[in-house]
């Protein structure tokens, strides 16, 4: 369970939107702060950094993307992205520039709160049965500090890549299908396109490979789903 007074920051400009998200979560023992504009988002995020951002994509006077992307250049804080758009390019780029998931309007409040309940979840139970860490090759994990380290450089990771790539290197060498690590991931509560996990591979390798168009580490295997190759000695 979910433990109380969760700092939330909901950045959304609809009113009614805003009065009932935040009964909602505050029944649930959430602490919800609001902000009506992305520029004074921006300015309440770095006052007072939330636990989880819910972030509209239309907002005024600077976007929701380009609001994601500034936070994403100073912190992994999971990015729940709500929008009306119904689109699955706004999606994918929100997921592009860093977002952790997105539910579109209208939503059941429910299930807003199951996926906010889920991404908090994965930041807080990241401690498995062992810290030891995982080393192979150039890639290091520690996951006591869900940490990742690549040719000895600490590389920033997102809640969901995180998650991904830890349960990648806990199966070195082993196909996993696409809908086991989106369960994994996800922890059943997942409702996207497929692609997101497409979009968090690929930022994978952006962050980890020499070259991200021909990956070392995390192969494709077509049709199935995706490989963490160790290095052979």
């Known amino acids: 369970m979910v433990l109380k007074m969760k700092k939330i920051l909901l950045i959304e400009d609809e009113d009614v939107m805003c009065e009932a998200i935040e009964y909602s979560l505050s029944r649930e023992g959430f602490e919800v702060k609001r902000a009506s504009t992305g520029i004074e988002g921006l300015r309440m995020f770095m006052a007072d950094p ?22 994403r250049k100073k912190s992994s804080v999971p ?30 409040m429910r299930a807003l709160i199951a996926r906010i309940k889920a991404l908090l979840r994965r930041g807080e139970k990241q401690v498995k049965d062992t810290n030891a860490p995982l080393i192979m090759g150039e890639i ?21 890549e995180y998650k991904v790539v830890e349960y990648l290197m806990r199966n070195p060498g082993k196909t996993i299908s696409r809908e086991v690590l989106l369960n994994h991931v996800w922890g059943g509560s997942f409702f996207g396109v497929p692609k997101t996990l497409d979009v968090h591979i690929r930022h994978l390798r952006e962050k980890m490979e020499r070259d991200a168009s ?14 963490f190759e160790p290095p052979q000695r």
Do not use: W
């Open 50 to 71: 939330p636990d989880l951002v819910l972030l509209d994509l239309m907002l005024p006077e600077l976007d929701g993307l380009e609001v994601c992307r500034e936070i």
């Open 79 to 108: 990015i729940l992205i709500i929008t009306a758009k119904d689109s699955e390019v706004d999606e994918i780029v929100g997921l592009e520039i860093g977002a952790d998931d997105y539910v579109r309007k209208p939503f059941n």
């Open 140 to 160: 290091e994990l520690y996951p006591e500090r869900q940490e990742l380290k690549v040719r000895g450089e600490r590389v920033s990771l997102t809640p969901m």
């Open 214 to 227: 021909k990956p070392e580490y995390i192969k494709t295997v077509r049709g199935f789903g995706y490989r």
